[in-house]
């Protein structure tokens, strides 16, 4: 593991235009549940599976469920950011990253002070009116109880994208010309099992694609350096000069 750290530094030191993409795994060492794991929610007991709870159909037929589960097992508002949100972070003030895309809903990244962010799937600090748009901050969902009204009458919708849902083109368009540009990519903490990391990822024409995860994925053999440990651990290691 040492070497493969090495090998790290030597790239993030010689390169200058940096994206880092992550999923899941970057949260779960801040203890945000990760969905897709084998401890995670999906395997906990709820008269839907979360996969269901979460999609479009369901929030539009029974939305009090919804928010009830949403605000229950999606709000984990006293999360701190990791070492890896933080490396990220200082690595883009210092020049060398571009931008960072990712799966996450929490917002860490902005907390650790990154500002270019590709939420491919939302966040749940942005929270709108689906009648007149009106924005309300993430507490106002937290505070509130059953479904969130709007002072018009209208459901306060979190701008998380649902199961059903398309991601937003503009967000999309921004990650793909980011890794499409970048001269190191670096990926962390994620499976590449879900749409639509893995096709995101063939975007990426340079020679140096790192692949940082716990366990293996379909893209291990892609990988120019691959790390077989949890992001944080492997960031945190680094040093921005
Ligand atoms: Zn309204």
């Known amino acids: 593991m040492e070497d493969q750290i090495n090998t790290l530094q030597q790239w993030i030191d010689d390169s200058r235009n940096i994206v880092f ?6 949260s779960t060492e801040s203890g945000i549940p990760d969905f897709r794991s084998v401890d995670g929610l999906y ?29 229950d097992k999606m709000l984990c508002l006293d999360a701190c950011p990791n070492a890896a949100h933080k490396k990220l972070a200082e690595l ?25 962010v590709w939420e491919l799937h939302g966040s749940v600090h942005r929270n709108y ?3 007149c748009k009106k924005f309300y901050p993430v507490k106002f969902i937290k505070d509130s ?8 009458g209208g459901i306060v919708k979190p701008d998380v994208v649902l199961y059903e849902e398309s991601l937003n083109s503009k967000v999309l368009e921004g990650a793909l010309e980011d890794i499409q540009s ?5 990926i962390g903490g994620t499976s590449l099992a879900v749409y639509p990391a893995a096709s995101l990822v063939r975007y990426y024409r340079g020679k140096r694609l790192v692949l940082i995860n716990k366990s293996p994925t379909p893209y ?18 680094i040093q921005v000069r």
């Not at 993409?21 to 970057?26: D, E, L, P, S, Y």
């Not at 269901?52 to 929030?59: G, K, Q």
């Not at 440990?229 to 945190?236: D, F, K, N």
């Open 145 to 152: 109880a059953g479904v969130p009204r709007c002072s018009c």
């Open 129 to 131: 009116c689906m009648k």
């Open 182 to 186: 970048a001269d190191m990519l670096i």
């Open 220 to 237: 291990d053999s892609h990988a120019d350096l691959l790390l077989a440990a949890p992001i944080g651990q492997v960031l945190g290691q």
């Open 21 to 26: 993409f992550g999923g899941a795994g970057v």
């Open 92 to 116: 883009e003030a210092a020049g060398k990253l571009r931008g960072v895309v990712t799966q996450n809903i929490d917002g860490l990244h902005q907390l650790a002070g990154s500002k270019r």
């Open 43 to 71: 395997h906990q007991k709820y008269d839907w599976p979360p996969e269901e709870i979460l999609s479009r159909s369901f929030f539009d037929v029974r939305p009090e469920e919804f928010y009830r589960f949403y605000r």
